[in-house]
């Protein structure tokens, strides 16, 4: 009796064997480098055109986020600030107005410097959400989480660098456990704030106020447990109805 397969099917078994093995390695190159820090990004610490310093902004002088960042607390995207945010305290006659690293600036702004271009600074936006998901900063700045939550002590970086992975592990876990990630909105740009930093009267007189409850009653409630930064992010999760989203289309949409 004749074969009743073709004889180019001798080498089927050898050629599937082949492709899974290739398949295979690609999958686990993909996977491999996905889980690496190259590709969260984390570390990553680009030259910009101005040497900006937050360790002296931030931390000496103790500047609020929000003054360069203003859009944060009513905007899906934090803005980059512009020129003029740099010139209220760097043009003439103020701060290091003649300082070399400053020259960017003095020819973004300065109609009488003779490389004056009037072109924008061009920021290198280290922070960046991918096309494919959805960030917003306001939903998360008004609701307690911190600068410092994603953006690690920018306070203490002399040059600001990628610091959290910001995937999308890094998100469900904050997401599953918001818990220890909250703090009262007026300590949201405070990036050294501890939770042993809060007076308890004033907390829970705080909660108090915000949800209507008698103070003392909200207090026995917690009398045997340690003011620590779950249990004050357990209060302000419940006092302001936290409850973030962990399925896809909370960030896919």
């Given at each position: 009796?004749?074969?009743?397969f073709?004889r180019?099917?001798?080498?089927?078994?050898?050629?599937?064997?082949?492709?899974?093995?290739?398949?295979?390695?690609?999958?686990?190159?993909?996977?491999?480098?996905t889980?690496?820090?190259?590709?969260?990004?984390?570390?990553?610490?680009?030259?910009?055109?101005?040497?900006?310093?937050?360790?002296?902004?931030?931390?000496?002088?103790?500047?609020d986020?929000?003054?360069?960042?203003?859009?944060?607390?009513?905007s899906?995207?934090?803005?980059?600030?512009?020129?003029?945010?740099?010139?209220?305290?760097?043009?003439?006659?103020?701060?290091?107005?003649?300082?070399?690293?400053?020259?960017?600036?003095?020819?973004?702004?300065?109609?009488?410097?003779?490389?004056?271009?009037?072109?924008?600074?061009?920021?290198?936006?280290?922070?960046?959400?991918?096309?494919?998901?959805?960030?917003?900063?306001?939903?998360?700045?008004?609701?307690?989480?911190?600068?410092?939550?994603?953006?690690?002590?920018?306070?203490?970086?002399?040059?600001?660098?990628?610091?959290?992975?910001?995937?999308?592990?890094?998100?469900?876990?904050?997401h599953?456990?918001?818990?220890?990630?909250?703090?009262?909105?007026?300590?949201?740009?405070n990036?050294?704030?501890?939770?042993?930093?809060l007076?308890?009267?004033?907390?829970?007189?705080?909660?108090?106020?915000?949800?209507?409850?008698?103070?003392?009653?909200?207090?026995?409630?917690?009398?045997?447990?340690?003011?620590?930064?779950?249990?004050?992010?357990?209060?302000?999760?419940?006092?302001m109805?936290?409850?973030?989203?962990?399925?896809?289309?909370?960030?896919?949409?």
């Amino acid at each position: 009796m004749g074969n009743p397969f073709p004889r180019w099917t001798n080498w089927l078994p050898v050629q599937i064997v082949i492709c899974l093995g290739a398949l295979g390695t690609v999958v686990t190159a993909w996977v491999w480098y996905t889980w690496t820090p190259k590709y969260t990004r984390v570390g990553y610490q680009p030259n910009q055109p101005i040497p900006f310093d937050h360790t002296i902004h931030a931390g000496q002088v103790g500047m609020d986020c929000r003054y360069c960042h203003s859009f944060v607390e009513n905007s899906a995207h934090s803005n980059v600030p512009n020129a003029q945010v740099c010139w209220n305290c760097h043009g003439p006659g103020k701060v290091k107005s003649d300082s070399p690293k400053l020259e960017p600036l003095r020819q973004a702004m300065d109609t009488s410097n003779s490389n004056y271009t009037g072109a924008p600074i061009r920021w290198v936006q280290i922070h960046e959400t991918p096309d494919y998901a959805y960030f917003n900063h306001s939903a998360h700045v008004n609701r307690g989480v911190s600068c410092v939550e994603c953006h690690g002590k920018v306070n203490e970086m002399p040059v600001v660098y990628h610091a959290k992975p910001l995937s999308m592990g890094f998100c469900l876990d904050c997401h599953r456990n918001v818990e220890s990630h909250l703090r009262p909105l007026d300590e949201i740009t405070n990036l050294d704030w501890e939770a042993h930093d809060l007076d308890k009267d004033q907390f829970y007189a705080y909660l108090a106020e915000k949800t209507g409850k008698p103070a003392d009653d909200l207090k026995e409630a917690d009398k045997n447990k340690e003011l620590n930064a779950r249990l004050v992010g357990a209060r302000l999760k419940e006092m302001m109805n936290v409850n973030p989203p962990q399925d896809c289309a909370a960030c896919h949409r």
